[in-house]
Structure formats: structure tokens, C-alpha cells
């Protein structure tokens, strides 16, 4: 009963044994301008890790760095120049959403002009001095 | 020694330390790949049956691997290489079959087998008699031709298991199966290769 079964596992063995002793003949054989060629690729490749190593510890910490900034800037605003709350009411996150929008931000480049403004509204209506 | 003298110290031997990281990390890289790279071109090779093909599939699978993968633990890389190198054969494949549509739809098919010589380029290093080499030669087109005509999944279980020599595990892991299929895959390629080849290699 297993004598078929052990003559057919001898031959799967035998076919496997023939088919890798003759496939190492053929990379045995290859010829010298594959070879060349591979050694070629593999160096571009290596090449790659160059190019893939890790970028500056510190720039990791730039988009971090910015968000504090603009919060900083976001506080310093609200608070007012004096120490003063410069605007009324709780502080939402819609707000800081709204001050780290491009728009606003350029809003805070020209902070002195909307100091002036409000200083010279708080003035007309007599409410300075 | 100053406090900033200190500090320097420190980080200049840091770097040292990454550096020869660095440098032993791409040694061991290129150890694994020079071991690898000659039987995955012609495992490459008898799947795409182009040898020039053959060597773009196999560079790029070594680029990709150095790119994405060469920090994962050493052990890893070789199912690791031959998943990307299989992809890219399976790729290739379904690149011929687009190409040969349209080759068709302009009356110019072609059949894949065009100028494939295995003979070609295999001068024979063991000084073997031209007969000898001859034998040698036929036997191993008719294992190509055998392993061409197998199903993709079963050609590709039987190469890596017996021409890579990756165990059960590592071949699911190259082909993204479980270990079920490598194991039902690589038995039917051998029952058909029996089957094919028996009777030529008696």
C-alpha cells in the first residue's frame, strides 16, 4: 500500500534534486557582463541608503516650532500690549483656527496698524484720557 | 574641558557611532544582496523569459529594498527582496499582456518567446565536453519551458522553495499567502513537473 506512495516521493525528491542542481549549474554560468551588470545595480541601490539617511535631528522640531510661534503670537494678542485682555470673552479653538489661517496670519504682520486703529476709534469716542 | 568642549565631544562621538552604524548596515546590505542577486536574476529570468528584463526587475527590487526596508531586522530581507521582486514580475507580466493587445490590435503580436536563447549566454566554466554541455543545456531549457507553462502561484512556491531554499514561512511571506497555499502550490508544481519532466530525465 505505501510502495506507490514512497516511489512517487522518491521521484518528486529526485526531480526537485536535478531541477536545483541544474538551475545552480546556470547562475554558476552566467557570464561576465551580467555579472558586471548586477554588480552595477547594486550599487545603485546601495546608493540609495545615502540618500535615504535621516534628515537633520533638529528640522524635525520646524512645524512644532512654527504652531508655538503662532499660538505665542495668538496670546500676545488677545492679552493685549498692557497685560490687559485686549478682547472679551472665553477663548475657543475656532479662534486659534482663525489666527493660524494664512489670511490672519498676514493679519499679524500689520498688528501695529490695527493698534492704531483701535487706539485712534477708542479716542474719537472720547474714551482715552 | 569646558561644558561646550564636553558637549562637542559628545556629539561628534554620536556621529562617529551613526556613522559606523551607517557604513556597517550598508556592508551587511550589500553581503545579503551579492549573495541573492544572481539566482533572483535567473529566477527573474525564467519567469519573463528576457534576460535584460530580467536584470531591470531584479535592480529595481534591490533599489526598493534599500529605500524602504534596509532598518528592518537582516532577517527579513530576503522574503522581503523577493515579495518586491515578485511583484515586479507579476507587473511585468500584465504589462505583456496590455502590450500584446494592442501588438494585436495593430497586427503585430508577438509571442514572448522572440530571440530566448538560454544557451546563449552560458559558457561553461566547469570545462565540461561540448556533449556533456549540451545535455546539460537541454535539461535545463526543458525544466525552463516545464516551469513556464506552470500556474504563476505554483511557479512562483516552487522557485523560491527549491531554488532560493526559503523555508514554508518565509515563501508565504514572499508571495503574501498563508503558508497553507505555499504548501498546496509547491506540491502541485511538483506533481506536474513529475508529471512534465519524468519521463525526459529517467
Known amino acids: ?129 | 574641558m569646558t561644558a561646550h568642549t564636553a558637549d562637542f565631544a559628545v556629539s561628534c562621538s554620536r556621529e562617529h557611532s551613526t556613522g559606523t552604524k551607517t557604513l556597517q548596515g550598508e556592508r551587511q546590505l550589500n553581503q545579503f544582496l551579492a549573495e541573492v542577486e544572481r539566482r533572483a536574476l535567473r529566477m527573474a529570468e525564467i519567469a519573463v523569459r528576457d534576460r535584460d528584463d530580467a536584470l531591470d526587475l531584479v535592480q529595481d527590487a534591490m533599489i526598493k529594498l534599500a529605500r524602504n526596508y534596509a532598518a528592518r531586522p537582516s532577517t527579513e530581507w530576503a522574503p522581503l527582496f523577493f515579495r518586491i521582486l515578485q511583484n515586479g514580475i507579476r507587473d511585468w507580466h500584465r504589462r505583456q499582456k496590455v502590450r500584446n493587445r494592442v501588438m494585436v490590435w495593430f497586427g503585430r503580436a508577438t509571442s514572448g518567446d522572440d530571440d530566448y536563447d538560454v544557451t546563449s549566454n552560458l559558457p561553461d566554466p566547469a570545462g565540461r565536453t561540448p556533449d556533456e554541455q549540451l545535455q546539460t543545456n537541454e535539461a535545463m531549457q526543458q525544466l525552463e519551458l516545464a516551469i513556464q507553462n506552470l500556474p504563476n502561484r505554483q511557479r512562483e512556491a516552487f522557485m523560491l522553495r527549491t531554488f532560493q531554499g526559503l523555508d514554508v514561512a518565509a515563501t508565504a511571506t514572499a508571495m503574501g499567502c498563508s503558508d497553507g497555499s505555499v504548501k498546496t502550490h509547491y506540491s502541485r508544481a511538483i506533481h506536474s513537473l513529475r508529471d512534465t519532466l519524468g519521463e525526459h530525465w529517467q
Not at chain 1, 25 to 52: I, K, P
Not at chain 1, 95 to 118: G, N, V
Open chain 1, 1 to 129: 500500500m505505501n510502495e506507490p506512495m514512497d516511489a512517487k516521493q522518491k521521484e518528486n525528491e529526485r526531480i526537485v534534486e536535478k531541477a536545483k542542481a541544474l538551475f545552480d549549474d546556470s547562475v554558476d554560468s552566467l557570464d561576465a557582463a551580467t555579472l558586471s551588470r548586477l554588480n552595477q545595480g547594486r550599487h545603485r541601490a546601495l546608493a540609495e541608503l545615502q540618500r535615504a539617511s535621516p534628515v537633520n535631528p533638529w528640522l524635525r522640531w520646524v512645524p512644532a516650532t512654527g504652531i508655538a510661534a503662532a499660538a505665542l503670537l495668538a496670546v500676545m494678542v488677545m492679552r493685549g500690549p498692557d497685560g490687559v485682555d485686549a478682547i472679551d470673552g472665553p477663548v475657543t479653538a475656532s479662534d486659534f483656527e482663525m489666527l493660524l489661517e494664512e489670511d490672519s496670519l498676514d493679519m499679524l504682520e500689520e498688528l501695529e496698524f490695527y493698534f492704531w486703529l483701535e487706539a485712534s476709534d477708542l479716542e474719537a469716542n472720547g474714551n482715552v484720557g
